[in-house]
């Protein structure tokens, strides 16, 4: 039986954990008890998936849903977490980066979020790295998740589900118009240029530095921050 408790959940918990406050802690709690409880955790080829790995990616994934409320469960579309030793490669055609393009070669990944239910894959090699150096901005465990909470309502195109229609337009306009910058400039110094594939990598892109390096997020793009902030439910710059 795998130890699936609240110390180890804190314990493997990002640094941002000790900035949360009470009532985050305990949403943060609960909702990382869920994910490992309700998640089937299963390892790629010769990975055996160990508590380690489950309470890690469980403790980054639940710094997500810190601000949701615990009468739902916000990651109902998360049923399989598959562990990868090192960098995935899929093959098959896929979304290429444009719109209705298709790419057939091989891909390399550190993680991949399916649609609908789809599993969750993450390369634990990347994964532990990225852990290990917070403040670089790029963490794979957060990306993959935020991408899960994207497709809450169906479609992957870099908008969760939202309270109202006036929160749609604004994340449409404020998010679309600094995708598009970024598109055109190809980096802007913070944001990599992958947030540029579509805006579903957008958002991905721009959650990993909302939960690392917050204050630097809102300084340069202050709008996307506000958005994020809103849907999340949290406010990490004003943690710091
Ligand atoms: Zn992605």
Same mark, same amino acid.
């Given at each position: 039986m795998r130890a699936r408790t609240r110390p180890e959940l804190r314990a493997a918990a990002p /640094? !941002?954990?000790g900035r949360l406050s009470a009532d985050e802690q305990e949403r943060f709690l609960v909702h990382g008890e869920? =994910?490992?409880t309700n998640t089937r955790w299963e390892g790629a080829r010769d990975v055996a998936v160990t508590d380690a790995m489950i309470h890690t990616i469980a403790a980054h994934a639940a710094l997500l849903t810190a601000g949701f409320d615990t009468a739902t469960y916000p990651y109902l579309n998360v049923r399989t977490v598959i562990?990868?030793? #090192? $960098?995935?490669? $899929? &093959?098959g055609a896929q979304p290429g980066p444009a719109? +209705?393009?298709m790419t057939s070669g091989p891909q390399y990944l550190a993680g991949q979020s399916g649609h609908g239910r789809g599993p969750v894959l993450l390369?634990?090699? $990347? /994964? /532990?790295r990225q852990v290990a150096d917070p403040d670089r901005g790029v963490n794979v465990i957060y990306h993959e998740f935020a991408h899960k909470l994207d497709q809450l309502d169906g479609a992957a195109d870099g908008m969760p589900p939202l309270p109202t229609s006036d929160d749609e337009t604004a994340w449409i306009q404020t998010l679309g118009t600094n995708y598009r910058r970024l598109r055109r400039r190809g980096t802007d110094g913070l944001v &990599? +240029?992958? +947030?540029? $594939?579509? *805006?579903?990598e957008y958002f991905a892109v721009t959650s990993e530095l909302f939960f690392t390096r917050p204050v630097e =997020?809102? !300084? #340069?793009? *202050?709008?996307?921050y506000r958005r994020l902030a809103d849907f999340y439910r949290q406010d990490p710059a004003r943690r710091r």
């Open positions: /640094a !941002e954990f869920r =994910l490992m562990v990868h030793a #090192r $960098t995935i490669v $899929t &093959r719109r +209705g393009v390369d634990w090699q $990347t /994964a /532990a &990599r +240029g992958y +947030g540029a $594939t579509n *805006p579903a =997020l809102r !300084e #340069r793009h *202050p709008r996307v």
